[in-house]
């Protein structure tokens, strides 16, 4: 029922932004984090960036902090990601995900449904 779907992602050169945007449907929890995470090859899920969906607080992984904003559209039941000043070590693919809210937003062990995932690949 419920489906995470991402957008956005594509070959830019460092420096450069990309917008990605998670379409989610079928959620119906009271409250719930919203996160991106990206995955490396050969590398563990990590930790981007966060937003509760009442209330939009935020949370940031320390290497993205002053690069990435997210947001979210109530109305249109989107979660964006604004992505500015990419660097290399950006390039992976990424994942929108939802969780039940009171989890921490950073851990993905508390998220419950994935989206399939959008590339990123920054060149130098």
């Known amino acids: 029922q419920v489906q995470l779907v991402e957008s956005g992602g594509g070959l830019v050169q460092a420096g450069g932004s990309l917008r990605l945007s998670c379409a989610a449907s079928?959620?119906?929890?009271?409250?719930?984090?919203m996160g991106w995470f990206h995955q490396a090859p050969g590398k563990e899920r990590e930790f981007v960036a966060a937003?509760?969906?009442?209330?939009?607080?935020?949370n940031y992984a320390d290497s993205v902090k002053g690069r990435f904003i997210i947001s979210r559209d109530n109305s249109k039941n989107t979660v964006n990601l604004q992505m500015n000043s990419l660097k290399p070590e950006d390039t992976a693919v990424y994942y929108c995900?939802?969780?039940?809210?009171?989890?921490?937003?950073?851990?993905?062990?508390?998220?419950?449904?994935w989206g399939q995932g959008t590339q990123v690949t920054v060149s130098s």
């Open positions: 995900a939802v969780g039940p809210y009171g989890s921490r937003s950073s851990d993905p062990s508390g998220y419950t449904y």
């Open positions: 937003i509760t969906w009442i209330g939009g607080t935020t």
């Open positions: 079928g959620l119906s929890f009271r409250n719930y984090n």
